[in-house]
Structures are given as C-alpha cells and as structure tokens.
C-alpha cells in the first residue's frame, strides 16, 4: 500500500490488487468475469481500509473463562454511487454484513461532464458510525464530490471513499473540495481523455458491468 498523501490518496499495491484489476482493464473480459473481480477487489481492499475504524471492548464468555471482546464501534454504512458502486458491495458485505448500504444513483452528462443526482436513499442517522463512500472510477470528480457533499450534508461525519481507479485530476479535484477526505485507489492512472474517460482505465464501468456497452 503507498500512502501518497496522509490526508489524501492511498494506492494499494498488493500483488492479488494488481492482478485482479488487470483482468478487469482486459477488453475481453466478460461482464460475468468483470463483476465477480470487481466484488473481489472491493472485499480485499475493504480489509485495509476500514483499518482506522474504532473498536470498543466488552466482556465475552468462551467454553472456558470470561475474556475481553472487541467490536467495532458505532453503526457501519456503505454508499455505492450507482450504477457501477453496486459492483463493489457484494464483496464488501461479504467481510461486513452488519453493515448498512444506502444509495446514491448519479449519472454523468456526456456532454459537460456534470453529474446529475436521480436517487438518495440514506439512512438517517449517518453520524452514528463510519461511512464508506464507494465508486469505481473517480474521473473529473465531479460525482464524488457531488456524492461527498451530500453525504456531508446529510450527516456524515466519519466518512472516506474507496475507488478502482482514480485519475489525478479526480484526485486534484477532491483535494480542492474535500481536502479532509482519505480516498483509497487500487491504481492512479495517468490521465483523462478528451471525452473525460480515464487512461489507461477500463472504458465504462457501468456498461461493462451490465453488458450495456
Ligand atoms: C461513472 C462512475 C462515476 C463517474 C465518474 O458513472 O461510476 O460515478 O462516472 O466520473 P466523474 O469523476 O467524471 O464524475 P456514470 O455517470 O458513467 O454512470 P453509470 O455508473 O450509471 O454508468
Ligand atoms: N466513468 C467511467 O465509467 N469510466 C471512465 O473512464 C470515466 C468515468
């Protein structure tokens, strides 16, 4: 894992990560194929990321004697972005099923790049615990700036994102407007096109999930 900026990025750089994302870049890789990988990479980077989460002790009793438990403190929730953060909850319910999932579903405009907001389903208290924000691409960073400050606004306050891949002006953007966020990536990639797709990247993500393409 490099840590490029405490406040800011953390790349993974774990040899499973690295080989799973390639397979999911691959061209032909099936959308069956690209789903399940995705669910994979977001339990393994799940593991990492909710590192910082505080814990709380009480007792426990085994077969044999009282002991002190541990358990994580305060209520989890996961954010997807949809459609394409939908990717990544399965994997990261399958470490956490106590967790929440609430939903945002934003769709960029192909032409200005903006994202539009057409779904907020959250839960209500969402400063009851920590909150991961969740979205495979983070491009101009317009959705996850969008989807940070409404997640703000709404309640949150223990919040951090986690992405596939980022591009640096994804992450120049989020340092501009969140600049307390950790967002953590399994690749920063070089750069945006001319059409706002990251390169070398994965094409749509959403499309390639769903076989829309
Ligand atoms: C993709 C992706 C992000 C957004 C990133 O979603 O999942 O939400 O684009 O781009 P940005 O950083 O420039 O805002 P998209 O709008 O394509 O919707 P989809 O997941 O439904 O395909
Ligand atoms: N959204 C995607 O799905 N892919 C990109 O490369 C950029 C935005």
Request: overall charge neutral; hydrophobic content about 40%; proline content about 6%.
């Amino acid at each position: 894992m490099t840590d490029t900026n405490p406040g800011g990025l953390v790349v993974f750089d774990h040899p499973l990560i690295r080989h799973k994302l390639t397979l999911i870049r691959d061209e032909r890789t099936s959308h069956r194929l690209f789903r399940a990988t995705l669910a994979q990479i977001a339990g393994l980077m799940v593991y990492e990321v909710t590192r910082s989460f505080e814990t709380e002790s009480f007792r426990v009793r085994t077969p044999l004697v009282e002991t002190t438990g541990y358990r994580v403190r305060g209520t989890i929730t996961v954010v997807p972005v949809l459609r394409a953060g939908s990717g990544m909850i399965d994997g990261i319910l399958d470490i956490m099923p106590e967790a929440r999932v609430g939903h945002l579903g934003m769709a960029r405009d192909e032409s200005t790049l903006e994202p539009k907001t057409y779904l907020s389903k959250l839960p209500k208290d969402l400063a009851a615990g920590p909150v991961i924000l969740v979205d495979p691409m983070l491009a101009t960073g317009g959705s996850a700036s969008a989807a940070v400050r409404l997640l703000r606004e709404a309640g949150a306050t223990d919040l951090r994102m986690i992405c596939l891949v980022a591009a640096p002006e994804g992450v120049a953007r989020m340092r501009r407007d969140h600049p307390d966020l950790r967002i953590y990536a399994a690749a920063l990639d070089e750069r945006l096109n001319e059409k706002g797709y990251i390169l070398p990247g994965l094409g749509d993500a959403g499309d390639r999930m769903y076989g829309t393409t």
